[in-house]
């Protein structure tokens, strides 16, 4: 009997969140913050509500997350222009200075951790995978969780 294939993403999410969390460490992020920052470089500008939904965690953890990344300095919020009682946040310079050593880090994991692939064998891998997330969102009625290519 083969494991399911729910099982096989659910030890790789495990295993790539641990190697995640090691390469992370001494940069004082834990991958929810870097994931944040990495959609705020994405989405600038953004509220606190819809970084909740892009990074897939509850509104409440989204709020203790970003007052952690605020005191850290690697964000700021402003009163958003369209109304007044939301607060936009974005990268600061200190955000996007991290963010960036983060990628570099996180570059050379993917790198790592998908070597066994060729280029169209991970190219693929990534099509599938947003395929299926689209295709769940969809029929749950909501916005797609899979993000988009560069």
Sequence with gaps: MRARTIYLIKRAEVASRALLETELKDLDLTPSQYAT????????????????????????SMSEM????????????????????????????????LLEKAEARVDALEAKL??????????????????????????????SLAPRSA
């Design 66 to 97: 970003i007052m952690a990344l605020s005191r850290k300095g690697l964000i700021k919020r402003q009163e958003s222009d369209g109304n007044r009682r939301v607060l936009d946040i974005s990268l600061s310079a200190a955000g996007r200075a």
């Design 37 to 60: 920052l990495s959609m705020l470089a994405l989405h600038p500008e953004t509220s606190s509500s819809d970084l909740a939904r892009r990074v897939l965690v509850t509104p409440q």
């Design 114 to 143: 998908f070597a066994v692939l060729g280029p169209d064998e991970l190219q693929a891998l990534r099509s599938h995978l947003e395929r299926v997330l689209a295709d769940e969102s969809k029929r749950r009625g909501k916005s």
